[in-house]
């Protein structure tokens, strides 16, 4: 920050009650959160997914979904049209800096052996580093009821369901059959123990 | 303002601040911060405040060695769940730094900003959290008090007269009649006992399916009351002439007047009820150390919603169900939700820093059936001039009326997760 606009800053501040200026900020916001989503965002209920670490652009196109009801919610639709944009970036950052501390999951070895074959074939190049945190969502380590109902929802046609994504997942289960989509989610939930988080973005 | 300006901006803000003479405290590199009783208020301002500020010394002093969990406790009567699973030592607090002290309080002593347990030890502190849950208001109903309460439950604290209740709903007759009499607002967990006919419907529809539930209730309206009752109608059979569970609310003689305990007899403002095994709530008030620590009005505890600091004594921040923090509901999503805005007050106040603008939710789940759950949400902000904790407009509210089937089950599952969540977020 320049002198220029430190010293007005600095000026205001004085001149102004702080009370007036303040509103919560994104840690109060994102506290709120953490009686479903877990402390700072690190989930520990199975239908809950993680939201630490996620990708900040991630978020808000989610929340911007559900305020507009675009995403079938049960119940993140009435409470995302709690937030103003500029309180859902805000909570976008500081769950973006966050560690995910993945739970270990119960997975079978072997699908989850022919999920990340899977993986690397149909779904690496969006989905980088194994599906880790990033642009194209958390699926590493992510709960596997969450991703199991996500998946239902694109398949049954009650999410918008991305045309480039929607021919990579047919032809995962052109080519493994039913065994496809549990062997993805057995690969991705057998991920844990990494963090993921945006370290600096300044 | 930019995420890349925020830093700068609050340390020029404590800069102004400092300068502007708030209130710089004298304390000692550790402030001391005394908590009050370990439920989920309590336990979160615990975490919280370590996490905020590790350098606070924080007790908690607690009678009991270990948490039992009100939320999700009618799963009991249904059977899908046992008090075990529902009861959590304090271990997680004492990792973060928290001392528990598991002693009865006996005193907040305002004056001396300390409190004194039982064992007549004081703990000195800075500030202190009272987080006591609620108490019954036993003098409601005629020959009901608190050792008739070991024979006709009220199961409104989750531990043994859970089990009791789960007992004698098992070991009544094939037909048996259970009535649940609901207490008047304002009360802890508003759908609780609407929740618990269900609970209880679920357990006879498999095995007494001729059994019958009764809710005898003093107010004339309830909490999602849309929803249950479309709930009841669809797994129950609620509206019809064979259905298990039946209302009967103020209008129709719901408000009971007193038990006979000896018959198991209620006399109503119309009439009189029998039956099997009698579930009261008992109406209720908030926990017998606020009321010996002078620190209610009428029978809640009035608190700056900036912070939760009472308005009777200073120091002292009161959270939960015995706060008056209306417009939230007494809920354990409500009182974490306040814990984490005390907990940041206190933190303020200890730099010498207005407290920060406060924000809340309240998450409620209620499980009506094995595939059958429904909520509701509200986001809050603090309206200051008011002291007002006002929901959003537009937001929160209720399952929709028409959800579908996929939905309600989805919503059992998310109820589930929310427990587990709420469970690690307070005491982990």
């Not at chain 1, 978020?59 to 119940?75: C, P, V």
């Not at chain 2, 209620?266 to 579930?279: P, S």
């Not at chain 2, 002291?387 to 599952?413: C, F, Y």
């Amino acid at each position: 920050m320049n002198n220029k606009i430190r010293n007005l800053l600095l000026g205001m501040v004085v001149l102004i009650p702080l009370n007036l200026l303040a509103e919560p900020s994104g840690q109060a916001l994102a506290y709120t959160c953490a009686g479903c989503h877990g402390t700072d965002g690190s989930s520990k209920g199975p239908s809950s997914p993680s939201i630490a670490a996620m990708d900040p652009d991630v978020f808000i196109d989610a929340m911007q979904a559900y305020k507009l009801d675009e995403r079938n919610a049960t119940i993140m639709n009435r409470i995302a049209k709690g937030y103003n944009d500029k309180q859902i970036k805000s909570m976008a950052w500081f769950f973006a800096k966050q560690p995910l501390n993945a739970t270990a999951q119960k997975h079978d070895a072997e699908l989850a052996k022919l999920g990340a074959q899977l993986h690397d074939k149909y779904c690496e190049k969006c989905h980088e580093d194994g599906g880790k945190p990033g642009d194209a969502g958390t699926l590493a380590g992510q709960w596997m009821p969450y991703m199991n109902n996500t998946m239902e929802d694109f398949i049954s046609g009650h999410r918008n369901y991305p045309r480039k994504m929607q021919r990579k997942v047919d032809a995962a289960i052109k080519a493994e059959g039913d065994r496809a989509i549990p062997a993805l989610l057995h690969y991705y939930g057998s991920q844990h123990g990494f963090s993921g988080q945006e370290k600096d973005h300044e | 303002m930019s995420d890349i300006n925020r830093r700068d901006f609050i340390k020029l803000t404590t800069l102004a601040g400092a300068s502007l003479g708030f209130p710089q405290l004298a304390l000692a590199a550790s402030p001391r911060v005394v908590i009050v009783g370990g439920g989920v208020g309590g336990c979160t301002a615990a975490k919280y405040l370590r996490k905020l500020n590790p350098n606070i010394e924080v007790t908690l002093l607690e009678a009991k060695k270990a948490y039992t969990s009100c939320f999700m406790s009618n799963e009991i009567l249904s059977g899908d769940r046992t008090l075990e699973s529902l009861t959590f030592d304090y271990e997680g607090l004492r990792r973060r730094g928290v001392k528990v002290v598991n002693e009865r309080v006996s005193a907040i002593e305002a004056d001396k900003k300390q409190v004194v347990t039982v064992g007549g030890q004081p703990f000195r502190y800075d500030a202190c959290v009272v987080s006591p849950g609620v108490d019954f208001k036993w003098d409601a109903i005629e020959g009901y008090d608190e050792s008739v309460s070991e024979v006709i439950p009220h199961a409104w604290f989750a531990g043994p007269q859970t089990v009791i209740l789960r007992k004698q709903i098992e070991s009544m007759p094939e037909g048996g009649k259970v009535i649940i009499v609901a207490p008047p607002n304002p009360y802890k967990c508003p759908p609780g006992p609407y929740e618990r006919a269900a609970q209880i419907a679920m357990y006879c529809k498999h095995h007494k399916p001729k059994a019958k539930i009764l809710i005898l209730d003093p107010k004339d309206k309830f909490s999602k009351q849309g929803l249950f009752e479309q709930g009841w109608a669809k797994l129950y059979g609620f509206g019809t002439d064979n259905s298990m569970i039946e209302w009967v609310g103020a209008a129709g003689g719901g408000t009971v007047e007193e038990l006979d305990p000896s018959t198991r007899t209620l006399q109503a403002e119309i009439e009189e009820f029998q039956a099997d095994v009698i579930n009261i709530i008992p109406p209720q008030k908030a926990g017998k150390i606020a009321f010996s620590s002078d620190l209610v009005d009428g029978d809640w505890c009035p608190v700056d919603k900036l912070t939760f600091e009472s308005t009777r004594h200073k120091n002292i921040y009161v959270l939960g169900d015995a706060s008056n923090a209306a417009k939230m509901p007494k809920s354990a999503y409500a009182a974490n939700s306040q814990a984490k805005v005390a907990a940041a007050a206190i933190v303020a106040r200890f730099k010498g820093i207005e407290p920060p603008d406060p924000t809340f939710v309240n998450t409620c789940y209620s499980i009506l059936g094995e595939e059958h759950g429904i909520s509701v949400a509200a986001v809050y902000s603090l309206d200051k001039s008011s002291n007002t904790i006002t929901p959003i407009e537009g937001a929160g509210g209720l399952s929709p009326m028409d959800a579908s089937d996929l939905q309600r089950k989805r919503e059992v599952s998310y109820a589930h997760s929310w427990f587990k969540n709420l469970i690690d977020d307070m005491m982990m």
